[in-house]
């Protein structure tokens, strides 16, 4: 049986959600116009009022936000509301070398946190469960956006938060955990350090894993639910937004449904800017439809993916967004092609490699290099060198139908790359441009 | 043990004289030999022989120590990934031709050779051994004693 947590807007008609949107647009661009100055004088230079604005369908004729206007406009200047109604701020990580700081009102703080008890209905989630968030808490949004979350369903929460993995594994098994939220990365590390510890599948309590804030293979999701005997759901999210819980998956597992009475998704042409027709691949924006302290208009995410507006067996009337790519600003171009790390993880975990690799990017003679260390496994090592090179080129050539171009490979030794707590680092790029 | 998993089914049959090799995987960088054999020595484990297959990026270190068990316990404890080859060990006669003829006589026997390296450590009677992987360990080791070579078990070498 599948259970909502606010089942009259998850499963709510077309005409409905339209209904809502609209309204919500309406207030949003008037709010925005009258309190955060700095996006009024966009849309006066695009020529553009309130008043122009009567429906989702006018949503194209208002100015993008990007991340370059947060870092213009930082730290206030997107502020949507006196400090005084503001109750808290999260930060993005900086791993693209660009800090975002994010404010909330309590009614921002609410609204994210049904999203996130949103997801962990849909993972199977009620009062009865334990739930253990394995995200970092702090400034990332990881960790106190699932709290809250968990809270809202009644899950009786045990905030470990990221790090110290031997504890993590002894509240799991001691306190009977049943929901695990964390990075994809950092679950494959628990799972494979449960499987050094003698834990199999039917040993762990876990039954479910809500995992997102990196772009993870679906060859990642049927490892760590093999290894952990779980089912493993894909959670999306931005802290320009909110944090984790603008799109969640259902027991489907085939796509995120976007909150959308929060976040109105469009699909555009990164380059032209021009809204793409349903089904089109582009780039990802979100308008956050009533968020006050920090209201995202038309906010270019630098996701690729694409939404389908399909019928999902879960009932739920949510719009479904594919699992992105990877970040536009994860994409690598190596000698013109555009890589993501998430092909060469699907070849990687096709071929039996473990799902902790790195990728490196270098220059040499103005031609960029691509090495891939993947560390030596019991199962792999044989004494016979021949083999290990057969195997070696299987990966060379596997590689190279995914990508396009050659990548070499490096075996490592075991437990030489370092593992992650919270977002892996998967690429090391030397190249100086 | 599954580091340590036999990776051939030749150590199961009836009985032979094959020692078990170790082999171990290195990165090829300067000092992952010496770690490695510093963590051997510190456990007290005596190496009687050594052989290094190497390409760009790794190697296999192939060894014949004096405890296998204890030397695997080691690797595992320093998160080594290892694997036990059965391998026949050989004397050698000191004299012209001396390893011709025990390659004449794996020729002669179909017996193929996949690697082979030397050693001196014969405990007692300081002769030199060749250590040998082949495919069929106990033919080779059946054609090698009909033609009169001695071969050593553990406790010689």
């Known amino acids: 049986m599948e259970r909502y947590y606010q089942k009259e807007l998850e499963c709510a008609s077309p005409e409905k959600m339209r209904e809502i949107q609209n309204e919500k647009l309406l207030k949003q661009v008037k709010h925005v116009w009258d309190h955060v100055p700095y996006y009024r004088k966009k849309m006066e230079e695009k020529g553009v009022t309130p008043d122009d604005i009567h429906s989702v369908d006018d949503l194209h004729k208002l100015p993008f936000l990007s991340k370059a206007d947060l870092r213009e406009a930082y730290p206030y200047g997107l502020l949507g509301k006196p400090l005084k109604e503001c109750v808290r701020i999260q930060s993005t990580s900086g791993t693209t070398g660009k800090r975002v700081v994010a404010f909330y009102t309590q009614h921002d703080i609410d609204l994210w946190e049904d999203c996130c008890a949103?997801?962990?209905?849909?993972?199977?989630?009620?009062?009865?469960?334990?739930?253990?968030?394995?995200?970092?808490?702090?400034?990332?949004?990881?960790?106190?956006?699932?709290?809250?979350?968990?809270?809202?369903v009644g899950c009786l929460t045990i905030p470990t938060s990221s790090g110290n993995t031997d504890r993590q594994i002894m509240f799991i098994n001691d306190l009977h955990a049943t929901i695990l939220c964390c990075t994809p990365s950092y679950a494959a590390y628990l799972g494979e350090r449960m499987k050094e510890m003698g834990l199999g599948p039917d040993d762990i309590p876990l039954k479910a894993g809500i995992f997102g804030a990196e772009a993870w293979s679906e060859e990642m999701r049927q490892d760590i639910q093999n290894t952990m005997g779980i089912k493993a759901y894909d959670i999306y999210g931005l802290t320009e937004l909110s944090g984790p819980g603008v799109s969640f998956e259902c027991s489907a597992q085939a796509g995120m449904h976007v909150n959308e009475d929060h976040f109105l998704p469009e699909i555009i042409d990164p380059d032209t800017e021009e809204v793409l027709p349903p089904g089109s691949e582009g780039e990802l924006v979100f308008t956050a439809l009533d968020k006050e302290a920090f209201p995202m208009i038309r906010y270019r995410t630098r996701d690729i993916c694409c939404l389908s507006r399909e019928k999902c067996s879960c009932g739920r009337t949510l719009i479904k967004m594919k699992k992105p790519k990877g970040r536009s600003d994860d994409m690598l171009i190596i000698r013109g092609v555009n890589v993501f790390p998430s092909q060469i993880e699907t070849v990687l975990l096709n071929q039996g490699y473990p799902a902790n690799y790195q990728i490196l990017v270098g220059r040499v003679n103005n031609t960029d290099t691509l090495d891939v260390l993947v560390e030596m496994t019991p199962e792999m090592f044989t004494d016979n060198l021949g083999e290990i090179n057969r195997r070696q080129k299987e990966l060379v050539d596997g590689l190279r139908a995914m990508l396009g171009i050659k990548a070499n490979v490096k075996l490592v030794a075991p437990k030489s790359i370092a593992r992650s707590e919270g977002k892996a680092v998967r690429v090391i790029d030397n190249r100086k441009i | 043990m599954k580091a340590c998993d036999t990776d051939s089914e030749a150590v199961k049959e009836e009985k032979t004289m094959a020692i078990k090799q170790i082999s171990v995987f290195l990165e090829n960088k300067p000092g992952k030999l010496d770690a490695m054999t510093k963590a051997l020595a510190d456990a007290g484990i005596t190496l009687r022989a050594l052989s290094l297959a190497e390409t760009k990026d790794f190697g296999i270190v192939r060894m014949i120590v004096d405890d296998v068990f204890d030397t695997a316990t080691v690797l595992k404890e320093h998160d080594y990934i290892a694997t036990l080859t059965p391998v026949v060990a050989v004397m050698i006669p000191d004299e012209v031709g001396g390893l011709n003829g025990v390659l004449t006589v794996l020729t002669k026997a179909s017996v193929n050779l996949e690697y082979m390296y030397a050693t001196l450590a014969g405990k007692q009677t300081g002769n030199a051994y060749m250590i040998l992987r082949v495919e069929q360990v106990k033919k080779a080791e059946e054609v090698l004693r009909a033609a009169g070579y001695r071969l050593a078990d553990e406790g010689v070498i």
Do not use: M, W
């Open chain 1, 118 to 152: 949103r997801a962990i209905t849909a993972a199977g989630g009620t009062d009865e469960d334990v739930c253990q968030v394995s995200y970092g808490y702090g400034l990332f949004t990881g960790g106190p956006g699932l709290n809250g979350g968990s809270h809202k």
